[in-house]
Structure formats: structure tokens, C-alpha cells
């Protein structure tokens, strides 16, 4: 072999061991991209996932704030009208009693 065609397939060697070297080097760039763009959409799906859950908590939170309000003034109602109803019954069972003591001519 002559030294032009020794020199050449060295030559060739080295490329394909340069080739080979920019190819891994590629590949493990293309990788590390890869995973940083997927921790970046993770972070994203959860922070979203966050917001939604918070969302809902808040939503259901307020829900629940307007029930108890609304069961609140439904039991004031119902208080105001049973103090309505005990007062009239407070009257009638006076005027009663008053009857049985005193007399219709005013006597006891």
C-alpha cells in the first residue's frame, strides 16, 4: 500500500470517529433537551393542575358560604315566627288565667 492510500484511509478513520463524536455529542443534547422540555411541561401540568384543584376549592367554598347563609336566615325566620306564635300563646295562656282568677265582675 502506498503511503497516499494509508494516509487517506486514516484520514477517513478520523472523519468517521469525528462524525461519530458530533453524532453522540448531538444525540445527548437532543436528549437533554428532551428531558428538560418534559420537566418543564410537568411543572406546567401540575402548576395548571394547581390552579384548577384551587378553583374548585374556592368554588366550593363559596357554595358552601352561601348554603349556611341561606340555611341562617331560614332558621332566623323560623325562630321569628316560633318567638310570634310562643308570644301569642303567652297572651292567650295570661288572658286565660286571668279569666279562671278574677271574676267577670272584676272580684277574685
Do not use: F, P, W
Amino acid at each position: 500500500m502506498s503511503k497516499e492510500i494509508i494516509d487517506s484511509v486514516m484520514k477517513a478513520e478520523e472523519q468517521a470517529e469525528a462524525i461519530k463524536k458530533r453524532s453522540e455529542d448531538e444525540a445527548r443534547e437532543i436528549i437533554s433537551e428532551a428531558y428538560s422540555e418534559a420537566r418543564d411541561l410537568e411543572q406546567r401540568l401540575i402548576a395548571e393542575a394547581d390552579a384548577k384543584a384551587q378553583l374548585i376549592v374556592d368554588t366550593a367554598r363559596k357554595n358552601a358560604q352561601q348554603a349556611v347563609e341561606q340555611l341562617n336566615k331560614q332558621v332566623d325566620q323560623e325562630t321569628e315566627q316560633t318567638k310570634a306564635q310562643a308570644s301569642q300563646q303567652l297572651e292567650q295562656a295570661v288572658q286565660l288565667i286571668m279569666g279562671k282568677v278574677v271574676d267577670r265582675d272584676g272580684s277574685s
